[in-house]
């Protein structure tokens, strides 16, 4: 493979961070838009807090796996290796199905309001824990070689 398309595995975790919040951030735009849009009860927002919840919760383990097999890298990787392969599947049914029910407008405004946000917000945090990891990479690289 040429060389100009693989970075150091520290690298990685930054593309990996990147990415997420670039993700997020548009999720997350959609769900505000949709807010705008619909009558805004207080239990909707807490929808969202949970959707945000049970998704935080899954890509938290996510980013520590994913981190976990980055670390395990040799030190250049093509840069798309910051996901692999089951990461990349998820990623493509996700976005795909957002886009093709929105599309067909199966679910109102109010769902996408509450879920968007949520989920949103959920990938954003995601993304900043792999940022954070890319800033810690010295001190997790340590503790994954004891």
């Given amino acids: ?27 997350t735009r959609l769900g505000i838009i949709s807010y705008k849009i619909i009558d805004r009860k207080w239990y909707l927002y807490l929808f969202s807090l949970i959707i945000f919840l049970i998704f935080g919760s899954m ?6 796996k994913h981190t976990k097999r980055i670390l395990g890298y040799e030190d ?11 990461a990349y599947l998820i990623m493509v049914f ?26 949103g917000l959920a990938l954003t945090f995601s993304g900043l824990i792999f940022i954070n990891n890319f800033f810690k990479y010295n001190k997790l690289f340590k503790k994954e070689s004891l």
Wanted: glycine share 12%; hydrophobic share 50%; no cysteine.
């Fill in 94 to 119: 996700m976005m795909g199905g957002g886009i093709g029910f929105r599309a067909m407008k199966i679910f109102p405004d109010i769902f996408i309001g509450f879920f968007y946000t949520g989920l």
């Fill in 59 to 64: 890509f938290y383990k996510m980013t520590k």
């Fill in 1 to 27: 493979m040429k060389k100009m398309y693989k970075v150091k595995k520290r690298n990685l975790l930054l593309i990996a961070g990147l990415v997420w919040i670039i993700a997020g951030f548009n999720v």
């Fill in 76 to 86: 250049y990787k093509p840069f798309w290796n910051f996901f692999d392969k089951k």
